[in-house]
């Protein structure tokens, strides 16, 4: 598959949540966990769709390493998602709308990238924008 056929898996996620972010997270160009944005239905402001997805994978593999393994979000991951990934060691983000994206489509954001963050981490974690960015900017509009 495809960083594209990922990406979109990611935006099937995103059409079910509270609000258009979705998540999936590959390992060996396999899907292995799927999550989407669950804030109002859980009344848990931190249960972003990067969290929900990386909370059940972690839960699952018993395990809170995610070395080796690549997140694909709708919208750039905020500070809390990104510093998350950090932790987790997460070795690739990959997105489809960037914060400047959201932003500019009145989303509510924290006006600071998730590399910006990695920069500043101990992690060396490879960022990718842009992957059907298009689709990804529709679903917030």
Same mark, same amino acid.
């Given at each position: 598959?495809?960083?594209? %056929?990922?990406?979109?898996? +990611?935006? +099937?996620? +995103?059409?079910? $949540? %509270?609000?258009?972010?979705?998540?999936?997270?590959?390992?060996?160009?396999? =899907?292995?966990?799927?999550?989407?944005?669950?804030?109002?239905? %859980?009344?848990?402001?931190?249960?972003? +769709?990067?969290?929900?997805?990386?909370?059940?994978?972690?839960?699952?593999?018993?395990?809170?390493?995610?070395? $080796?393994?690549?997140?694909?979000?709708?919208?750039?991951?905020?500070?809390?998602?990104?510093? =998350?990934? =950090?932790?987790?060691?997460?070795? !690739?983000?990959?997105?489809?709308?960037?914060?400047?994206?959201?932003?500019?489509?009145?989303?509510?954001?924290?006006?600071?990238?998730? %590399?910006?963050?990695?920069?500043?981490?101990?992690?060396?974690?490879?960022?990718?924008?842009?992957?059907?960015? !298009? !689709?990804? =900017?529709?679903?917030?509009?």
């Amino acid at each position: 598959m495809t960083p594209e %056929d990922f990406m979109r898996l +990611a935006l +099937a996620e +995103a059409k079910q $949540g %509270d609000s258009p972010y979705g998540a999936v997270i590959v390992k060996d160009n396999e =899907v292995v966990a799927k999550g989407y944005n669950t804030v109002k239905r %859980d009344c848990d402001p931190s249960a972003h +769709a990067e969290m929900n997805v990386i909370r059940s994978l972690t839960a699952k593999i018993q395990t809170p390493s995610l070395e $080796g393994y690549t997140i694909y979000a709708t919208g750039e991951p905020c500070p809390m998602c990104a510093s =998350v990934c =950090v932790w987790a060691g997460v070795s !690739e983000i990959i997105i489809g709308a960037s914060i400047e994206d959201l932003i500019s489509v009145n989303q509510s954001q924290i006006d600071l990238a998730c %590399d910006e963050i990695i920069a500043k981490s101990f992690r060396n974690i490879k960022v990718t924008k842009g992957v059907l960015r !298009e !689709e990804c =900017v529709k679903l917030f509009k």
